[in-house]
């Protein structure tokens, strides 16, 4: 019985220490914000981060792939967001704070939509 409690509580600690090294903060620079107009051209709608993939021309005309992404689902249903609120096509403009090592991933703040509607991640 001894057992089976030490067991028991050596499951829960090893449990609650991969919840915990799963959450982190976004390696961003909150110096500037960037903006991003491109194609929709993937969507993860998952947790820790639901991300799209967005093809962006860059000023040398060339094509760039970024990465924008925001809180959690829950946060952003919260705010207005569902799993179908982008799709696959659309044209965004995503603002938010880039990588600070340079890659292009965006932890955004706010999205807006071809039609002119802004949707934020964090708050109305």
Do not use: C
Not at 74 to 84: D, F, H, I, L, V
Not at 95 to 109: A, C, N, P
């Amino acid at each position: 019985m001894k057992q089976l409690a030490s067991a028991v509580v050596i499951l829960g600690l090893m449990f609650t220490s991969v919840g915990l090294s799963a959450h982190h903060s976004w390696p961003v620079s909150n110096d500037k914000l960037v903006t991003v107009k491109g194609t929709v051209k993937e969507i993860s709608w998952a947790n820790p981060h639901p991300m799209f993939k967005v093809e962006v021309k860059a000023n040398d005309g060339k094509t760039e792939m970024w990465e924008i992404g925001g809180p959690a689902i829950t946060r952003m249903e919260a705010n207005g967001w569902t799993a179908t609120t982008l799709k696959v096509g659309d044209v965004i403009t995503g603002t938010g704070y880039q990588f600070s090592d340079g890659q292009k991933i965006v932890r955004l703040e706010r999205v807006v939509l071809a039609d002119g509607k802004e949707l934020r991640v964090y708050g109305r």
